[in-house]
């Protein structure tokens, strides 16, 4: 199984999946700048500098969407 449907795959099973909807409409997409480069990356999975938390826009949301994550209720995945 490649890294991206790992990743993605976490989400789903913690949050369930969202039909219809695309991860780059949600508030916790986010992009971050590594060495003058922009990366995108999702709060609910969690921000690191590392490339192996760098999130496709195209992914189908997870259940979380449009839900902020405020480190209260929700804990990304990846702590960073």
Do not use: Q
């Amino acid at each position: 199984m490649s890294k991206k449907r790992v990743k993605i795959g976490a989400m789903y099973r913690e949050y369930g999946e969202l039909e219809g909807v695309v991860c780059r409409n949600c508030c916790n997409f986010t992009a971050i700048a590594v060495d003058g480069k922009r990366h995108c990356k999702c709060r609910a999975y969690g921000i690191t500098h590392d490339i192996n938390t760098n999130w496709s826009n195209r992914y189908t949301a997870c259940g979380l969407y449009n839900t902020p994550i405020d480190n209260k209720k929700y804990k990304p995945l990846v702590e960073g």
